[in-house]
T-cell receptor
Framework: DTAVSQTPKYLVTQMGNDKSIKCEQN?????MYWYKQDSKKFLKIMFS???????INETVPNRFSPKSPDKAHLNLHINSLELGDSAVYFC??????????FGEGSRLTVL | GDSVTQMEGPVTLSEEACLTI???????????LFWYVQYPGEGLQLLLK?????DKGSNKGFEATYRKETTSFHLEKGSVQVSDSAVYFC???????????FGKGTMLLVSP
């Protein structure tokens, strides 16, 4: 029943590896987002998709690549992981100009 | 660009104390303003919102009034509970795609 679900919830991996985080929403929203929350709780938008089309692509390394196979899914793939990528990644969705609904977050730890 | 500034935490209170968390913003046009709450180990949830000047958002005993003249949206609660312990984020939306600009968050710790 979860409105916005992300997997995995926890991810521990070595530097240099490639990993993916998946997100699905069952709210029928048109827009989905990825946010990064650092250790000080600061939240920063990374990407936003509207109806599978990329509309926001903030200044993030190109090792981060979002993919939206359909408007209910937005996955995040990260290549060549670095220590500084350790953070909690939140997926969210909304209707245009509407409230954002967040997933529970995926805590990534890079060793 | 748009920005949100909120008071640094942690804010430490005893149960039943009054709470104010300050939030001011810089934005062009007429943004919508939000307070989100993040309980430990969870994602963010919308607490309340206001979409135009002088609107008051309220939920779960929390209130905030959209003050255009002072560009502020301070969060208030008359009597906090231990269960209110969380991180509170002030945010604004100033675009058609609902992208939120967040403040840095304020941790609230309420002790019995």
């Amino acid at each position: 029943d979860t409105a916005v679900s992300q997997t995995p919830k926890y991810l521990v991996t070595q530097m240099g590896n490639d990993k993916s985080i998946k997100c699905e929403q069952n709210l029928g929203h048109d827009t989905m987002y990825w946010y990064k929350q650092d250790s000080k709780k600061f939240l920063k938008i990374m990407f936003s998709y509207n109806n599978k089309e990329l509309i926001i692509n903030e200044t993030v390394p190109n090792r981060f690549s979002p993919k939206s196979p359909d408007k209910a899914h937005l996955n995040l793939h990260i290549n060549s992981l670095e220590l500084g990528d350790s953070a909690v990644y939140f997926c969210a969705s909304s209707q245009i100009t509407g409230e954002l609904f967040f997933g529970e977050g995926s805590r990534l730890t890079v060793l | 660009g748009d920005s949100v500034t909120q008071m640094e935490g942690p804010v430490t209170l005893s149960e039943e104390a009054c709470l104010t968390i300050n939030c001011t913003y810089t934005a062009t046009g007429y943004p919508s303003l939000f307070w989100y709450v993040q309980y430990p180990g969870e994602g963010l949830q919308l607490l309340l919102k206001a979409t135009k000047a002088d609107d008051k958002g309220s939920n779960k005993g929390f209130e905030a009034t959209y003050r255009k003249e002072t560009t502020s949206f301070h969060l208030e609660k008359g009597s906090v509970q231990v269960s209110d312990s969380a991180v509170y984020f002030c945010a604004l939306s100033n675009s058609g795609y609902s992208t939120l600009t967040f403040g840095k968050g304020t941790m609230l710790l309420v002790s019995p």
